[in-house]
T-cell receptor, first 112, second 114 residues
């Protein structure tokens, strides 16, 4: 049983560019949450998708958007990249309620 | 500001000793708490969780204690092993787990001395 998978593993972009990160949830899970983890910090919640809709959003600007597909996989898009967007982006999957969230290995994004 | 925080950024213990990692939370409405372990270059790994209707829960070599009166959470690791070296995060939410985002603290780096 595969766990949560994310692609790519690493990514380097320049300021102003756009990036798309991908996540496949753990088998049987229907909810995907995205987190941003800056170096030396705890993960910060970006948003959560359920039934192909954004269900909840953290304190992130509209440059951060996402999508969930019918097979429950998800994408995170970030437009107009800033140097401060450099971080580890984590995807977590779960059943909507009441179970724990399982995390993927993350995508390391570097913005130059 | 963050709802969840940790008292110590680094904890160094001798191999074989017990480790206690502490966490304070400020949102009294939170009803679900989780401890995650994150090794270098990996995503957070679930260790143990506890719901607000409990004050103690035990797993394999780990125990989580919840004190709602003072809004304090702790993780106890028995007979610490080298493989326990990692950063430990507590996290919380108000929806019982899968729904809604988790609020994480900054983390405690557990270092095991031989």
């Amino acid at each position: 049983d595969a766990g949560v998978t994310q692609s790519p593993t690493h990514l380097i972009k320049t300021r102003g560019q756009q990036v798309t990160l991908r996540c496949s949830p753990k088998s049987g899970h229907d909810t995907v949450s995205w987190y941003q983890q800056a170096l030396g910090q705890g993960p910060q919640f970006i948003f959560q998708y359920y039934e192909e809709e954004e269900r909840q959003r953290g304190n992130f600007p509209d440059r951060f958007s996402g999508h969930q597909f019918p097979n429950y996989s998800s994408e995170l898009n970030v437009n107009a990249l800033l140097l401060g967007d450099s971080a580890l982006y984590l995807c977590a999957s779960s059943y909507l309620l009441p179970h724990e969230q399982f995390f993927g290995p993350g995508t390391r994004l570097t913005v130059l | 500001g963050e709802s969840v925080g940790l008292h110590l950024p680094t904890l160094s213990v001798q191999e074989g000793d017990n480790s206690i990692i502490n966490c304070a939370y400020s949102n009294s409405a939170s009803d679900y708490f989780i401890w995650y372990k994150q090794e270098s270059g990996k995503g957070p790994q679930f260790i143990i969780d506890i719901r607000s209707n409990m004050d103690k829960r035990q797993g394999q070599r780990v125990t989580v204690l919840l004190n709602k009166t003072v809004k304090h959470l702790s993780l106890q690791i028995a007979a610490t092993q080298p493989g326990d070296s990692a950063v430990y995060f507590c996290a919380e939410n108000m929806s019982g787990g899968g729904a809604d985002g988790l609020t994480f603290g900054k983390g405690t780096h557990l270092i095991i001395q031989p």
